[in-house]
């Protein structure tokens, strides 16, 4: 199965330039190419999970690219969990779009850069080294860019040129780590335990990474362009921006950690006490800020910041435990929040609304796609049994765990305020009536079938795994978390 | 290859092929383009023919001076080995595919002249890099700057001729400093040939004048602060093509000759000993970061690129003067990368320039829709000027990178990766609005014609491919030159 890897990488680039090219005139061959190259992705990426439970990598034979960019392909358990996630995410928005993106210019584009970034995301998770984890960086960032900037409109255009370059610039600090590392260790690889030693160099390099790879995941002070980027990008994609697209900077960050530096020189220079003090500015700031906003997507923007800041700590304290909260937390994230931006975009598709203030009463009026919004919202705030309820739980006890009962405090506080700015959504949307005009209830026809049923089924997710037994994802992040600690 | 044993007639006779056939234009004259195109072409074929055969010889390592008893009372010289026969082909190569875009360019008047010049510069240039010492080098290098006189005076108007002028003066005081440093030199070390480990012993002030004179008269021909004042001005007012030929030629020659006094004149032992070097890497960062700040902050697209070549030769210069193995790599690759990157994006201004007429980067918006195959290989070349991988400029950057480390300087590869930064900054807003946003609807009446003639298009599509290709395929044949020439000077 050693070809897998290398497949799930090219198969989306593949669709992609028969998009390109067959894609022009007719919208269902449009259709037809991005559903089969994406869903052909995630059944690769399916296959692979029994990849989780072997130690090691597995390496697709072949090498592309002459040096010094030679890239390989390959996976261990940790790729194969991002890839999964991510191809499934794909698959979501894509469908999701077939309705959504329909009335719109440039439909051939749009798709062709789709399966770009899910080909370049495939390939930051499944290449064995930095090296290819830079370039698909790159390749992702300039593909992004042209789906930030869908609408072409200034608003959009000026957004873009933000994510664009806030990009640029954490890929040349990460070109900084990438030169460092191979100067220093003569090698790039991933290999858990790490290979650098600690001294100033290896330091700056360290933080040159924390830098690049926080621009990509949003972290404070360097989240600046996600909460433009998202309310600028068509709604799928602002999905994935979320569920996807910021989980690049915390793979590439577990990674540089454990796979490159480890443990015991990311202690040694104080890299995970400043991680921690910014995992916590990031979950509070973002909270607070995502309170004061009317713009909906906005709000859901800046909720990410705060819920990767979550990761952010758990990845921060080094432990096992810790770990798999954090693991555990991109899962569920990325159901939860792609969830709420598709209710979002449909929302808009369907009644032009974007602000908080209009949604008074919508609820009855798109029934499928609020209740879907509340149980996302439900999982988002942490009630249990859903997702997010398992990631805090365990992240609360690291904290503990590690003596820092202060962070149970701070993950409350932001619970609290999560529950302060998504609740009165919902109930605004169900119980409060239309400008004194009592809407009635109305099922069916709300938006296109493919925007209905993505959007519920990701909502069913969300709360979904709760009731299943085995509990799958459990067990998978703490495989992969305990392969690091071993 | 028998060639140890034979003397190696290929040097010479590629430079009389060549001025043969710039004199040869100028006699048949205005009577045809076509004519024109096709001997110079055919002139610069037969160069790289009789060229090329060289490389398994001197990629095996081997040298040969070949000197000629004329012109005393040193005569001339010319040696073949790695360097010099892979900037001869590159510049040739290069050279070819200008001469189709010159061809197809619409000159207004005295194409005759610019067609001989043309080559007659080209042909001077292969001369520098051939040279077998410092006098040879000094006659092609004269002859070379010169006749680019002409190239840069070809519009004829007031602001041309004071750009003109300026170029001129600066030239001649760099030939002044080059003939101190001669003469020093020959004071010195009785021998004006290549060495390796230099032919300078000693450091002194006869020394450190030499060394100063070749850093004056190379470095202005490099663009290096601050004795690049004629270039933005130059590129500002000569035709398209000369410029291209003075980016992806005629700026290499002057960092070539800082890479050939640094290594075969005063040599590295020397030069660590003294430090001078480090006077001229002061510069190349000063060059770099002035350049790409001064680049971002004009709206004139070709002034833009001029100022981004300054800060390009920068990053060369950089590589030499670090004086570890890496750096050298990435300098002498990027001769090459740059070549590629900046032809594309000048030939593509040309274009835009030809066919609107507009010069200021805010008029460019949504050019993109109305000449969508020059745009898009400019976009090509402006995202290999920001360094994303695989493209070549990537592979200097690295290398460039990891010489700095070497060099226990990482502060030089920061200042890299900020340049790269302004790069992104100056260069991809004009692809991004060539494509998306706002339009400029004045735009789209005012075109002199419908398509780009083919020899304009052909010959931006083969830079193109030049920016591209190398990283894409297994083995990167122009980095294994570039690893071979610096195994070669860090024996």
């Known amino acids: 199965m050693n070809y897998l890897p290398m497949a799930a990488v090219l198969t989306p680039f593949a669709f992609a330039l028969l998009m390109a090219v067959l894609g022009r005139d007719r919208s269902y061959v449009r259709n037809i190419l991005a559903l089969t190259g994406s869903f052909i992705t995630f059944l690769i990426t399916l296959v692979m999970l029994p990849l989780l439970r072997t130690d090691g990598w597995i390496y697709s034979s072949g090498k592309f690219l002459s040096s010094p960019i030679t890239i390989s392909f390959g996976a261990d358990s940790l790729s194969v969990f991002f890839a999964v996630i991510f191809s499934f995410c794909y698959l979501m928005a894509i469908i999701y779009s077939f309705g959504y993106i329909a009335h719109s210019h440039a439909i051939n584009r749009y798709y062709t850069l789709m399966l770009i970034t899910l080909g370049a995301m495939m390939g930051i998770v499944l290449t064995p080294s930095l090296v290819g984890l830079f370039l698909f960086f790159e390749v992702y960032a300039v593909a992004a860019y042209l789906l930030v900037i869908h609408e072409e409109d200034e608003f959009a255009m000026a957004a873009g040129a933000l994510f664009l370059y806030t990009a640029v610039a954490g890929g040349l600090f990460i070109f900084f780590g990438l030169a460092t590392t191979y100067f220093m260790a003569g090698r790039v690889d991933f290999f858990h335990g790490g290979y650098m030693s600690a001294n100033p160099l290896s330091a700056a390099a360290l933080f040159a990474f924390l830098i690049g790879f926080g621009v990509k995941a949003g972290m404070f002070p360097v989240h600046i362009w996600l909460p433009e980027a998202h309310p600028a990008a068509p709604a799928p994609f602002s999905a994935l921006l979320s569920g996807c697209g910021i989980k690049v900077g915390i793979y590439g960050l577990i990674r540089i950690i454990f796979d490159v530096y480890g443990t015991e020189t990311v202690r040694a220079v104080s890299f995970d006490k400043v991680l921690l003090i910014l995992a916590v500015v990031t979950i509070l700031f973002g909270s607070a800020l995502a309170l004061q906003q009317d713009h909906l997507k906005r709000r859901l923007a800046y909720s990410s910041v705060a819920q990767i800041g979550y990761v952010l700590l758990g990845v921060a304290l080094l432990n096992e435990r810790a770990l798999f909260g954090a693991l555990f937390h991109i899962f569920s994230h990325a159901l939860m929040k792609g969830t709420l931006f598709l209710c979002a975009g449909a929302i808009i598709t369907q009644t032009g609304k974007k602000y908080v203030s209009e949604l008074k009463g919508i609820g009855r009026e798109m029934p499928v796609i609020m209740l879907s919004f509340t149980l996302a919202a439900i999982t988002m705030v942490g009630i249990p049994p859903f997702n997010a309820f398992i990631s805090k739980w365990h992240l609360a006890l690291a904290s503990l765990e590690s003596g820092q009962a202060i962070l149970v405090a701070v993950l409350m506080v932001s619970s609290l305020l999560n529950a302060l700015y998504y609740f009165p959504i919902v109930i605004k949307a169900f119980l409060s009536d239309k400008g004194g005009v009592e809407v009635p209830l109305s099922f069916g026809g709300e938006i296109s079938s493919g925007m209905l049923w993505t959007t519920a089924l990701m909502a069913l997710l969300c709360v979904g795994f709760a009731f299943i037994q085995p509990h799958w994802p459990v067990m998978m992040a703490s495989d992969i978390a305990s392969s690091f600690f071993k | ?491």
């Open chain 2, 1 to 491: 290859m028998d060639g140890l044993t034979t003397v190696l007639w290929q040097p010479a006779v590629s430079i009389i092929v060549l001025l043969t056939a710039s004199l040869f234009i100028w006699v048949i004259g205005e009577k045809g383009e076509k004519a024109v195109t096709a001997i110079s072409a055919s002139a610069i074929t037969a160069a790289l023919l009789f060229l090329a055969p060289l490389s398994p010889y001197v990629l095996a390592g081997h040298v040969q001076v070949i000197r000629y008893s004329i012109l005393p009372p040193f005569g001339l010289s010319f040696r073949v080995e790695l360097l010099s026969i892979s900037l001869a082909l590159l510049f040739l190569f290069t050279g070819l595919v200008l001469t189709f875009y010159t061809g197809a360019y619409p000159l207004e008047s005295g194409k005759r002249r610019f067609r001989t010049v043309f080559l007659f510069v080209l042909a001077c240039s292969v001369g520098v890099v051939l040279a077998g010492d410092l006098l040879s080098l000094f006659l092609f290098f004269e002859a070379m700057s010169l006749s680019f006189f002409i190239l840069v005076i070809h519009n004829r108007e007031q602001e041309t001729i004071s750009a003109t002028f300026k170029f001129l003066y600066m030239t001649i005081g760099g030939s002044v400093m080059y003939f101190i440093a001669l003469a020093a030199v020959f004071n010195q070390a009785g021998e004006l040939a290549w060495r390796d480990g230099g032919i300078m012993t000693a450091g002194g002030p006869y020394t450190l004048l030499a060394f100063i004179g070749f850093v004056v008269a190379f470095g202005m021909k490099a663009g290096m602060f601050p004795l690049h004042l004629w270039m933005p001005d130059a590129y500002g007012q000569a035709p398209a093509p000369a410029v291209t030929l003075s980016s992806m030629i005629m700026l290499k020659t002057g960092a070539y000759g800082i890479l050939r006094i640094t290594h075969h004149i005063f040599g590295i032992d020397l030069l660590r000993d003294v430090s001078w070097h480090n006077y001229v890497l002061v510069l190349a960062v000063i060059s770099i970061l002035y350049g790409s700040s001064c680049a971002f902050a004009t709206r004139d697209l070709m002034r833009r690129l001029a100022y981004s070549g300054i800060a390009q030769l920068g990053y060369i210069t950089l590589g030499i003067t670090m004086l570890t193995p890496d750096a050298l790599t990435g300098g002498v690759y990027h001769i090459m990368a740059h070549a590629m990157m900046k032809g594309t994006l000048l030939l593509c201004a040309g274009a835009i320039l030809a066919k609107t007429g507009k010069r200021n980067i805010d008029d460019l918006a949504g050019i993109g829709w109305k000449m969508p195959f020059t745009m898009i290989c400019f976009s090509i070349a402006a995202l290999t000027a920001v360094g994303l991988p695989p493209m070549n400029i990537f592979i200097s950057k690295w290398h460039l990178g990891l010489g700095a480390l070497d060099a226990g300087q990482p502060l030089l590869l920061v200042v890299l990766l900020i340049s790269s930064m302004l790069n992104a900054a100056y260069y991809l807003p004009i692809a991004i609005a060539a494509f998306f946003g706002e339009r400029n609807h004045d735009l789209h009446e005012k075109l002199s014609w419908d398509r780009l003639p083919l020899g304009m298009s052909l010959s931006i599509v083969v830079l193109t491919v030049g920016c591209l290709a190398f990283g894409l395929g297994q083995i990167n044949i122009p980095l294994q030159w570039a690893r071979a020439i610096t195994a070669g000077f860090f024996y």
